[in-house]
């Protein structure tokens, strides 16, 4: 079975044989299908996120269920199934309070690269090679715990399923779920990429009647704007707080969403956020970096400032309900989908995706 691994960080992946473990008690082994290439996979690539290596990256993906392990009840062999990185234990404090975003047993091993025992199912020659938390979906086949693959309907094709379990469900969640945007609010979105077009559309869906979209690619601002975007505006070519304030009668906006996880454009999304406003950050930085805002204002102008991850979504809910509003015509997934390349040319999507080309590049296995 072909693989593709990262051996150090900062090298191309090496598409190899893998060898993989039956599924255990509780798991699902999934034939992969397709598997959309995220910016979170490079930021392991470039240590960013410390995982640990050799390893097999990839967590947004999709595929049939082919075999499971002793006890699952929830997915059968043949069952289409979306995979997702933040399975909720249902015991902890955050998933009885309805966060399963927050999981504690998810965090516990989410820079682990393992499965929730601690244990990796991958291997070569007898040595452990390490997964994306979970999943590991660029892999011809990957062994994940039930809650890890959600059945969805059959009649979507794979690499359109992929997204919802990454870019679709963090960008849409966060606008939905984090900041409730409501109808006839104003939005700024900085990062227009594969889960900043998603908080674009999702604030489509809410009924933002002002939708700002921030980049420094001009011909991803020009698409955002089929997605719902009303206004644009060129970073590289524009000083964006001012930008953002002319076209709101000097206010700012009521949400500003940060999808690329850089501290500047974090402190340019609290600045282009009104007074009493919501900033909600989604890109995630190295652990070690830190944000700089004035501190006078966090108590005279009282905006809100959060993050959201995984969209705050429930993902055995949300990817059927997100699937659904695609088949309603009110989500597209099908131009999110710029490229599709083989297992075989990986390292080319990640060298478009460094290189701002696509929304979403996406692997098929055929
Ligand atoms: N100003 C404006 N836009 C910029 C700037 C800038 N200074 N710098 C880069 N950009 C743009 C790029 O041109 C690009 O279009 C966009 O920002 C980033 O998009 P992608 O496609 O490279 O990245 P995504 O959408 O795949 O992922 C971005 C996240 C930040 C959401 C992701 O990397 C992340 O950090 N996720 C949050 C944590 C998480 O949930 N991780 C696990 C699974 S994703
Ligand atoms: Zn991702």
Not at 31 to 44: E, F, P, R
Not at 187 to 192: H, P, S
Request: hydrophobic share 40%; aromatic share 6%; net charge negative.
């Amino acid at each position: 079975m072909k693989a593709a691994v990262l051996h150090n960080y900062g090298q191309e992946l090496k598409i190899e044989d893998v060898e993989l473990e039956e599924p255990r008690k509780g798991e699902v082994r999934v034939k992969m299908k397709a598997a959309g290439i995220c910016h979170s996979d490079l930021h392991v690539i470039d240590a960013h996120l410390p995982l640990p290596v050799p390893i097999v990256l990839g967590h947004e993906g999709s595929g049939i269920v082919d075999a499971v392990g002793e006890g699952v009840a929830s997915v059968k062999v043949g069952d289409h199934v979306a995979l997702n990185w933040v399975p909720s234990c249902s015991k902890c404090y955050y998933c009885k309070i309805g966060r399963p975003d927050m999981c504690d047993e998810a965090s516990k091993i989410s820079l682990m690269g393992t499965m929730l025992d601690g244990t990796t199912r991958f291997s070569v020659d007898g040595k452990a090679i390490h997964q994306f938390p979970l999943t590991g979906t660029f892999s011809e086949y990957t062994v994940v715990p039930e809650s890890a693959a959600i059945p969805i309907r059959k009649d979507v094709p794979f690499e359109l399923a992929a997204l919802v379990g990454c870019c679709v469900i963090t960008g849409v969640g966060a606008v939905v779920n984090t900041a409730k945007v409501k109808a006839g609010s104003t939005v700024a979105v900085i990062g227009a990429g594969g889960v900043g077009f998603n908080a674009i559309q999702g604030a489509a869906l809410c009924g933002a009647k002002q939708i700002i979209a921030i980049d420094i690619i001009p011909e991803k601002l020009e698409m955002t704007r089929q997605f719902g975007a009303t206004h644009t505006i060129n970073a590289s070519e524009k000083n964006v707080v001012s930008a953002v304030l002319d076209v709101t009668d000097g206010l700012g906006v009521d949400y500003a969403f940060e999808v690329i996880g850089r501290p500047e454009t974090m402190a340019q999304a609290y600045n282009i956020t009104r007074k009493t406003g919501m900033t909600v950050i989604v890109g995630l930085p190295a652990p070690n970096e830190n944000v700089t805002i004035n501190a006078f204002s966090l108590p005279s102008q009282t905006k809100t400032l959060t993050g959201s991850w995984l969209g705050q979504g429930n993902p055995s809910v949300d990817y059927p309900k997100l699937l659904d509003l695609n088949a309603a015509g009110k989500l597209k997934l099908e131009p999110l989908v710029s490229k599709i390349y083989s297992l075989e040319q990986i390292n080319e999507g990640f060298d478009d995706l460094k290189a701002g080309k696509n929304i979403r590049g996406v692997i098929r296995f055929d």
